[in-house]
């Protein structure tokens, strides 16, 4: 069972891996479309992890959450982490706040497209194999740690976890606390002094932000998007 638990979180730090580099890669590119080539010419956009990866929040935190529990200690957070940031210059932009909502924004939505992919993936499954529907369901449930292995399927768990994860970073991203995507966007519709005063927040100030008030919400917006995608995969 110990050997099937850390299969798991190979596969979670993997995917989570991905979607990260998939997250900075979608900013890369929407820049890039929008007039500012800086990510472009510092090869960002790419899925290439290499380009993306943050030491502590792509591998040392992501860890910590993932293989923790495997060695006997919890921590109160979502699967998530965080990759390098993507540069951007907004002076490049024809439109600048506008073009910075939208480079913003291409993020989270990235992530959103993945849990939709994942989510046809298991669709696509249910009908197309005997009893699929059941496997899927056992295969998502265990995911969120609710069933045992039993009845796992591993590309149903592959694609249930990559569910959860980007699940996770969609909300996590939205979060309006430096530096995250939601606070460029509240940013941005901030008059100037408001705006000066929200740029000092940052620092340990946006750890704990982040880990207080973060979890909560997360959990709070998390729960009932996993409850409709098990509702969608009940009725097949």
Known sequence: M??????????????????????????????????????????????????HIDPIGT??????????????????????????????????FRKIVRDDNLTTMAGPVSNLI???????????????QPGGGETVRASFASALGYADMGAVQPLALLLSLCILINLSLFFFNLLPIPP???????RNLLPYNAMQAYDRIGGWVSYLLMIVVGGFVMRLLLTPALILVFSVLSRL
């Open 59 to 92: 591998l040392l935190f992501p860890a910590l959450l993932i293989f923790g529990p495997l060695m006997g200690f919890h921590m109160p957070f979502m699967l998530i982490g965080w990759a390098k940031p993507t540069p951007v210059i907004t002076r490049n």
């Open 180 to 186: 995250l995507d939601g606070s460029r966007v509240v």
């Open 114 to 128: 993945l849990v939709v992919l994942a989510l046809v993936g298991l669709i696509a499954m249910a009908f197309t």
């Open 2 to 51: 110990q050997s099937v638990a850390f299969l798991i979180a190979v596969f979670e730090f993997v995917l989570l891996l991905f979607s990260l580099s998939f997250h900075e890669c979608a900013h890369a590119w929407m820049a890039s479309r929008l007039g500012d080539q800086t990510a472009r010419l510092q090869g960002r956009v790419t899925l290439n992890p290499m380009y």
